[in-house]
């Protein structure tokens, strides 16, 4: 079974600084996607950031950005200029593209990320 | 524009009822799930569907059932309420490389 590592519970960053939150997966499949997901206190899940497997391209949108590592199955996400905004539990999920699961999503645990003005 | 629609968004049963959780998307995606999630926790899967009329259990899928007879609609009936049942409860559906969520569903079971 495919299994997502979050390894820091809680972060925090100054307010205009960059903070880079980690992800480590385990899996033995070659072809996979990979997405930070934002959740503020709403609950509301917002995706952040997507990569595909089979792309040596980290993926960017705006502030945010991936470091991918695929032989370390690392997925670390970067952002940049933090703002208030910022401060919620951010996920890291895995997602196989096909056969059993069918595209279900694994979730990290969680990191708690604190914006300080 | 509304995507993922879940109702109610707030709900507090007493043990024992039943009640269904509705979700409806209006991006016609073959793929939807339920998902719940606990005080502190990340999200895990109850139940899935990969099409109308196709449905399948996800990692903690006791006390619940679906059924999926149209491809917008994707209920979630819980049975027999119990105290463990209090969480929020995600719908969400998607294509291949993303998955939407709705708005989540606080339920508590007092």
């Known amino acids: 079974a495919q299994t997502v590592t979050q390894s820091q519970p809680e972060m925090s960053v100054q307010e205009a600084e960059t903070v880079t939150l980690s992800c480590t997966y385990d899996t033995s499949e070659s072809d996979y996607y990979l997405f930070w997901y934002k959740q503020p206190p709403s609950r509301q899940m917002i995706l952040v950031i997507r990569q595909e497997a089979y792309k040596q391209q980290n993926a960017t949108e705006n502030r945010f950005s991936v470091n991918f590592q695929k032989a370390a199955k690392s997925f670390s996400l970067k952002i940049s200029d933090s703002q208030l905004g910022d401060a919620a539990m951010y996920f890291c999920?895995?997602?196989?593209?096909?056969?059993?699961?069918?595209?279900?999503?694994?979730f990290g645990k969680g990191t708690k990320l604190s914006v300080i003005p | 524009n509304a995507g993922v629609t879940q109702t109610p968004k707030f709900r507090i049963l007493k043990i024992g009822q039943s009640m269904t959780l509705q979700c409806t998307q209006d991006?016609?995606?073959?793929?939807m799930y339920w998902y719940r999630q606990d005080p502190g926790m990340g999200l895990k899967l109850i139940y899935y569907s990969v099409g109308a009329g196709i449905t399948d259990k996800g990692e903690v899928p006791n006390g619940y059932n679906v059924s999926r007879s149209t491809t917008e609609d994707f209920p979630l009936r819980l049975e027999l309420a119990a105290p463990s049942q209090t969480s929020v409860y995600f719908c969400a559906s998607g294509t291949e490389n993303t998955i939407y969520f709705g708005e989540g569903s606080w339920l508590t079971v007092v």
């Open positions: 991006m016609n995606h073959n793929y």
């Open positions: 999920a895995y997602r196989i593209p096909s056969g059993a699961g069918s595209y279900q999503l694994t």
